[in-house]
């Protein structure tokens, strides 16, 4: 079946550390894969995407994101935490299910940035 | 420019009533998708409508009905409502094609009594 998973429900990080969040996909064809973080009481923003191309992604707030075929894994990054990147980040992916192309979600990871 | 808006921003409705939610894209938009939030389902494809066509749905059931307009503007209407039909309801729009990405309104959270 297709779908995307993220292990983890939070990740915890000292500010000023990377970080990293981890997301795994599983699609027939080539995959189309985007990361969004939710802050609370508000709809998603977009971070970056992966349509095709360079394996490493760069996105907004400094975020970058690596797509590894091999490792069906598309993990998010940042070099140094900070504290107001605290939020909840959604990974997803583009799949054909029953005739209908549809944007599936994995069930978020809470990232949590300590000072 | 300006983002998605969703009309209106909190709703507490009874089992039973209907309810209408909107969404206006962000101008030059011509797809619309709407999505269910909740704690325990996370967020849920409801379906997505493209030049005033529904043109991919999930798998939720038919009390959950939408439309377009020929402005890209949107409606989401949910009649009988259950009492697990209390969600955040977020709509997204964006250029239409599967690779583009999508700009999500901060949602309309409705609550089932």
């Known amino acids: 079946a297709q779908s995307v998973a993220q292990p983890e429900d939070q990740v915890n990080v000292a500010e000023g550390n990377p970080l990293t969040v981890k997301c795994t996909y599983s699609v027939s064809g080539n995959p189309y894969l985007f990361w969004y973080v939710q802050y609370p009481n508000r709809g998603l923003q977009f971070l970056l995407k992966y349509i095709t191309g360079d394996n490493l992604v760069k996105g907004s707030y400094g975020f970058e994101a690596e797509f590894n075929k091999s490792q069906t894994s598309f993990h998010l990054k940042k070099p140094s935490a900070l504290v107001s990147d605290s939020a909840l980040y959604f990974c997803?992916?583009?799949?054909?299910?029953?005739?209908?192309?549809?944007?599936?979600f994995g069930a978020g990871t809470r990232l949590a940035v300590h000072p | 420019k300006a983002g998605v808006t969703q009309t209106p921003r909190y709703l507490i409705k009874t089992r039973g009533q209907q309810v209408t939610l909107s969404c206006s894209p962000i101008?030059?938009?011509?797809?619309v998708s709407w999505y269910q939030q909740t704690p325990g389902q996370g967020l849920q494809f409801l379906f997505e409508?493209?030049?005033?066509?529904?043109?991919n749905k999930g798998n939720f059931p038919g009390r959950f009905s939408g439309r377009q307009f020929s402005n890209s503007r949107s409606e989401m209407n949910v009649s009988t409502l259950e009492l697990g039909d209390s969600a955040l309801y977020l709509c997204?729009?964006?250029?239409?094609?599967?690779?583009?990405?999508?700009?999500f309104g901060p949602g309309t959270r409705l609550t089932v009594l």
């Open positions: 409508y493209f030049s005033e066509t529904q043109r």
């Open positions: 997204a729009s964006s250029r239409g094609e599967e690779y583009n990405e999508q700009f």
């Open positions: 997803a992916v583009r799949v054909i299910s029953g005739g209908y192309n549809k944007l599936i």
């Open positions: 101008s030059g938009h011509r797809s």
